[in-house]
């Protein structure tokens, strides 16, 4: 069964500084790979995908993820942190074509960037 | 383009109350997803539907947990009786074949009282 790790319950930055969060996930076959943002009493918003081709992934709002198929890893990353970019980030794997586009989600990590 | 509809935003009703709630899915989308949210378990999915039909079912808590979809433009999630420890919010998701994510309606934020 696939499933994704966020390992970070919590990660605090300094507005300004680079920021990382944290993902591993474990699929049988390619993976298609998601970041999601939760704002306070907001739903999930889509971030970015990873499907296949550039292992850099761009998205919304200036966030990036490197996807690394040796580590399993699909981090999270943003060049300077903004205090707007506080918020619960979820990390997803979807089931592969042919599926019933079922998505495992992490169990978020909350991003906390200090003025 | 108007997103996944949930309603209400909120609802707050009284212990072994009947609780419905409904969920629009964009128009197209054949997978609809319902899925609770606490503090204490996090992100949990409860069912989900595929072209109307129900795929998976097994994050369904209790029997007093049921849902449908009569139609690929609607949904519900019910609860009878409510109890207290089902207070949460409640998100709808939808999707479509190909390799995109989610979209997520803005949720219902349930307390039962």
């Known amino acids: 069964a696939q499933s994704v790790a966020q390992p970070e319950d919590q990660v605090n930055v300094a507005e300004g500084n680079p920021l990382t969060v944290k993902c591993t996930y474990s699929?049988?076959?390619?993976?298609?790979l998601f970041w999601y943002v939760q704002y306070p009493n907001r739903g999930l918003q889509f971030l970015l995908k990873?499907?296949?081709?550039?292992?850099l992934v761009k998205g919304s709002y200036g966030f990036e993820a490197e996807f690394n198929k040796s580590q399993t890893s699909f981090h999270l990353k943003k060049p300077s942190a903004l205090v707007s970019d506080s918020a619960l980030y979820f990390c997803?794997?979807?089931?592969?074509?042919?599926?019933?586009?079922?998505?495992?989600f992490g169990t978020g990590t909350k991003l906390q960037v200090i003025p | 383009d108007a997103g996944v509809i949930q309603s209400p935003r909120h609802e707050v009703t009284e212990m072994g109350q009947e609780v419905t709630l409904r969920c629009k899915p964009i128009?197209?989308?054949?997978?609809l997803f319902w899925y609770r949210q606490t503090m204490m378990r996090g992100l949990e999915l409860l069912i989900y539907?595929?072209?109307?039909?129900?795929?998976?079912d097994s994050g369904m808590p209790e029997d007093r947990f049921s849902a449908k979809m009569p139609n690929a433009s609607f949904s519900t999630l019910k609860i009878q009786p409510s109890e207290p420890r089902d207070s949460a919010v409640y998100f709808c998701?939808?999707?479509?074949?190909?390799?995109?994510?989610?979209?997520f309606g803005s949720g219902t934020r349930l307390t039962v009282v």
């Open positions: 699929v049988s076959g390619n993976p298609y």
């Open positions: 128009s197209g989308h054949n997978s």
């Open positions: 539907f595929n072209n109307n039909v129900p795929i998976d």
């Open positions: 997803a794997v979807r089931d592969p074509p042919g599926g019933y586009q079922k998505v495992t």
């Open positions: 990873y499907i296949t081709g550039d292992n």
């Open positions: 998701a939808s999707s479509s074949e190909g390799a995109g994510g989610y979209t």
